[in-house]
C-alpha cells in the first residue's frame, strides 16, 4: 500500500489544493478517470496494514478537505511524501481551524476513535522488523464465527520483537549552535534567510533541532528573523508544530534524507555531526578509491625517483596496505647493484620480509636482530623496557656494553648479550642490504649510513607518522 488515492474537483479546489500542497511541501500526482480527476500520493514509508493505511488516508482528507477515492493510480517515485509530514500537516490545519486552547483536544478526539494508541495528541508509530511502519500492533481474536483484531498487549508486542519508532528524544545539552553553522549546509542555508521550496526539509530541521536543548526557542528565533524571506514559512503555526515533534516524540531525521548529503560531511543526522556523542564515531571525510593499477604505477614512479635522485638522503614513501610496496623493493632488490636500507614498522614484518626476499633468491641482505629473541633476563628486561618507556632509546646499546662489565662470562645474560650486539654489529657492518625497523633506523648512527655511499635510503610506510624534519617526502 505505497499509493493513497483522494477526490479531487478541479472546478472548486484546484487553487486550495496547489496552495496546500505546496505550502507542506506533499507531492501528488493528479490523474484524469472515468469518474472525475484523483489525486494520488506516494508514501515514503512502508505501509501494509489496512488501518494504518486508512488512518494517513483520513488525514490527508482532512487537509485537503475531499474524501477517498477507490481508483488505483500510483505516483512516480520522486513524488514520495513522508507520514510524518503529513502528521505535521494535519497538525497545522486543525491549529488553522481551532483556536490555540482547543486545538489538541479537537486532535485526541479524532485519534481516540481510531482506537490507537496516543502518546500526546498524535499517535504512536512503530517500526517492524521487515521495514513496515504501522500503528498499534493488533492481534486477532475470535469471536463465534467473526474474527476481528485488537490492539496488542505489551508483553505480546515485547514477544513479536516488535521495533518501536517511538525513541526517546535525546536531548543534546549544552548543544552550540555555531557548531552546526559550520557543519551543516541544510542549516546554514535556513539561518541565511535561503528560499525554501521544499517545507518538508524545513520539517527536517524542526525535527533535528528540537533534539538539542532550547532547540525549540532557537528555531522560532529564526523563523522569526525571516518575515520577508518564505511566505510559506510565516504562514504556519510553528510552535504548535515544534510542541507536536517534542511531546509526540517525532523521529529526527537522517542526513541521509537531506538534499544536502551527498555535498557534506556528515553522521547519522544534524545534531551528531555538530556534537558526537562520548561513544560516537563517525567518519569526516569521504573516501576516494582509484584502480590498483594505477595506484601500484604511481608506487613505481615514486620509488624509481627516490632511488635514482641524485642527492643521498632519506626519502619517505606513503603508501596504504595492499598495493604492493614489499614487492616493488623487493623487486628492484634483485636487480640491483645498489645495497639498499629498508626499514619497517615491526620485527615481525621485517623477518617475513627477510623470507621473502631470499625466497626470490636475493642472498646478499640481512636484518637487524631483534633483542627479544635472546631471552635476557627478567630484571634486565625491564630496565630496557623502561629506557624505552620515558624515550631513551637509544641509550639502550650503551645500557647493555655497561652491563657486560658486570657479568661473568658464563653467565647466561653475558651470553646473550654478547651474541646480540655482534648480531647487530655484523648486519650494521653489511655491505648489503639490510631491513631494519623504523626504531632502529632513527638511532642509526652516520658510519652506518656510510656503509651504503652511492646508494639511497628508501623508508616505505603505511601512515606518515614517523617525523623526518630534514630529508624529502615523497607523497602517494
Known sequence: MKCIMLKHDITRHYDMTLNIALMYSIRYTEFETEEGYVLSFRLKEEINDLRTFTYFQNLLCYIFNT?????????????????????????????????ERHYKEVIRRENKKADIEIIDSMPAIYKLKNGDYTLTPTVEYINGFYIGEMPAPENEIQKQAITRNKNKRAVYRNFNFNDLYESCNLYRAFCNGEQFYDMEQVFHIARNICGAEK???????????????????????????????????????????????KHCQHSENMLSTAKPRKTEIHQTRKNEYYPIEEVAQELNNAFEQAVNAQEQDIYIIKAQTGIGKTHTYLSYMKNTDKPLIIAVPTHNLKNEILK????????????????????????????INNLYAIGAGEYVLKFLTNQLKNLKFTDTDYINISSYLTALKKSLRSKGHIITTHARLLHMKNETLDNHTGCNICILLQIAQYPAPSHQLLTL
Open 215 to 261: 532547540g525549540k526557542q532557537h528555531f522560532l528565533d529564526i523563523v522569526n528573523n525571516q518575515q520577508a524571506q518564505n511566505g510559506f514559512i510565516q504562514s504556519i503555526h510553528w510552535k504548535e508544530i515544534l510542541n507536536t515533534i517534542v511531546k509526540d516524540e517525532i523521529p529526527i531525521v537522517p542526513c541521509s534524507q537531506c538534499e544536502y548529503c
Open 356 to 383: 621473502k626476499a631470499r625466497d626470490m633468491g636475493i642472498e646478499n641482505i640481512c636484518c637487524t636482530p631483534d633483542l627479544d629473541e635472546y631471552n635476557l633476563s627478567d630484571d634486565l628486561s625491564n630496565k
Open 67 to 99: 474524501e477517498p477515492s477507490n481508483q488505483n493510480y500510483c505516483s512516480p517515485d520522486t513524488q514520495e511524501v513522508s507520514i510524518y509530514t503529513i502528521m505535521l500537516a494535519f497538525v497545522d490545519r486543525v491549529r488553522s481551524n481551532y483556536d
